[in-house]
């Protein structure tokens, strides 16, 4: 069963997202530095802009998705904000990179962390960052910078729980690793990044290039992440398998509110709507959103 695009009432306030972290890039390398390892194009991001982008195996998978922001002014600066959960893991390969590159790689520790402002003006800041999300519009603004001052500045805003920006998230079929898909598991292209720009399919070579590229060319992405809605409304555990009938065809991520990601095989899923085949997870039906996300 599919329906049209998935709605989401306005949210207006600020979500802190305890679990992501920040890791500052700065030297007069760093550009160059990032340029070569990540998917993005980092030389094109100007000051007070961001990306999507990863590092990948060799293999072509996803390491650590991130968003990569431009926070110079009069010396190069990129703050990388990470899940938290892969931020040491991260910090700990960049410096296996850096060689004899002028560069400098800090993980930076509480008090400083990451919000969000969803439905709110643009706003800005001397006593910390602001950047809009590049992924999509409606995910609103990344508040990075001490969390008491953050909370402080906005203390007027609603106080909104991550679940909140994390439904929108997937109901834009934006993964995000770690809580819809595991480490080193999954390619580029079945999480969007080609469509999130994510991906820089002209940029020389990174860590996993010719593989991503090849899949691009040949148009070989046979999985998508999708965003699904359960029938009972509230879902079942994360990771269970998608099937059709008794054939499994993918799996879900983290379950918000009733609405998850499904990693689903698209030939599979074409195969059951044309059969007329139920479509579950966990014994729940599940309604998949409709064909631009497929």
């Not at 390892?37 to 590092?55: H, V």
């Not at 379950?255 to 599979?268: N, P």
Request: a negative charge.
């Amino acid at each position: 069963m599919s329906e049209t695009s998935p709605a989401f009432p306005a949210a207006p306030g600020i979500a802190f997202l305890d679990d992501r972290a920040i890791i500052a890039i700065g030297g007069k390398d760093c550009v160059h530095f990032l340029h070569n390892l990540l998917t993005a194009n980092i030389e094109a991001l100007k000051p007070g802009a961001g990306t999507l982008a990863a590092l990948l195996t060799p293999q072509g998978k996803i390491i650590t998705d991130m968003l990569v922001f431009n926070a110079s002014d009069e010396e190069p600066l990129f703050l990388i904000d990470v899940p938290r959960g892969f931020s040491e893991d991260l910090a700990s390969r960049l410096s296996r990179y850096r060689l004899r590159a002028d560069v400098t790689i800090d993980l930076i520790e509480a008090p400083v962390g990451v919000a969000v402002l969803l439905d709110s003006p643009p706003a800005s800041s001397d006593a910390f960052y602001i950047f809009p999300d590049p992924r999509h519009p409606a995910l609103g603004q990344r508040v990075i910078g001490p969390h008491a001052e953050i909370e402080t500045a906005f203390d007027a805003l609603p106080k909104l729980t991550p679940g909140t920006f994390h439904q929108r998230r997937v109901m834009l079929a934006i993964a995000e690793g770690g809580k819809d898909y595991f480490a080193g598991a999954i390619f580029p292209h079945e999480a969007n990044f080609d469509r999130l720009h994510g991906v820089d399919f002209r940029k020389g070579c990174y860590i996993g290039q010719e593989v991503v590229s090849r899949m691009e060319h040949r148009g070989t992405a046979r999985t998508r992440a999708v965003p699904i809605r359960f029938a009972n409304g509230f879902g079942v555990l994360g990771g269970s398998s998608v099937v059709a009938g008794t054939r499994e065809i993918g799996r879900i991520g983290e379950v918000y509110e009733g609405h998850a990601l499904a990693f689903i095989r698209l030939d599979k899923l074409a195969e059951a709507r044309a059969s007329g085949e139920g479509i579950s997870a966990g014994g729940v039906g599940i309604v998949v959103y409709s064909e631009q996300y497929t």
